[in-house]
């Protein structure tokens, strides 16, 4: 498997509601990345998981709570969100070091409503 | 920390011609320079890369070159199709611990 896989591919939530976003790959790499994308912009990263701890969080508000169960899997937990919050979410996933090439999944469509 | 610069922000060209992108990076430690490819509504995705012990890498279609000295680099693309219309990102990092930093991006347009 070399691909890096994001479900669910849209989602639409309210700003009361608690949803999770989640990542997966099976290809040993052991640096896994949040990253959100606004229309015509970069991705902008927001965490990154380094053998499934947290290496950095780019001053991400506190409605945004990653986690990392193991290896393969990655999460986004979502809380509270406000509509600006509305974007792509893509994880990515490299071998080690964040610094080496990155695999993008497909990303999650978010509508905050 | 590394601040990446692209240009342009669009380019239009005829198929069949050559697209030429470029960056600059500020960082004199950033070693790793991947370029990737985002289509409308699809993931980015990787199609080169080059480290800095070299300043030139090709695949078929698409070159990238590195000038360390200058700190910039550029994707070339010839022989462009429809099918390469798309958003261009180029990137730097210290393939340490420091993440991608990525351009602010090319829309490139290949008209038939």
């Known amino acids: 498997d070399t691909e890096v896989t994001q479900t669910p591919k849209h989602l639409v939530m309210g700003m009361t509601n608690k949803k999770s976003l989640k990542c997966e790959q099976h290809?040993?790499?052991?640096?896994m990345y949040w990253y959100k994308q606004k229309a015509k912009k970069p991705p902008e990263l927001m965490f990154v998981?380094?053998?499934?701890?947290?290496?950095i969080n780019e001053s991400v508000p506190s409605r945004f709570s990653p986690e990392c169960p193991n290896s393969s899997l990655l999460n986004l937990h979502l809380h509270a969100l406000q509509p600006e919050d509305s974007a792509l979410y893509l994880c990515a996933s490299s071998r080690t070091n964040p610094g080496n090439e990155q695999f993008f999944g497909p990303g999650t469509r978010l509508t905050v409503l | 920390g590394e601040n990446v610069e692209q240009h342009p922000s669009t380019l239009s060209v005829q198929e069949g011609d050559s697209a030429v992108i470029k960056c600059t990076y500020s960082?004199?430690?950033?070693?790793?320079f991947p370029w990737y490819k985002q289509e409308l509504g699809k993931r980015p995705q990787l199609i080169i890369d080059?480290?800095?012990?070299?300043g030139e890498k090709k695949d078929q279609r698409i070159a990238v070159t590195l000038n360390k000295t200058a700190k910039h680099f550029s994707l070339h693309i010839t022989e462009t199709q429809p099918e390469d219309s798309a958003v261009y990102f180029c990137?730097?990092?210290?393939?340490?611990?420091?993440?991608?930093?990525f351009g602010k991006g090319t829309r490139l347009s290949v008209i038939a």
């Open positions: 290809m040993g790499h052991r640096a």
């Open positions: 080059i480290r800095s012990n070299v």
């Open positions: 998981y380094s053998y499934e701890k947290l290496s």
């Open positions: 960082d004199s430690a950033s070693n790793y």
């Open positions: 990137a730097a990092s210290n393939s340490g611990n420091t993440p991608l930093v």
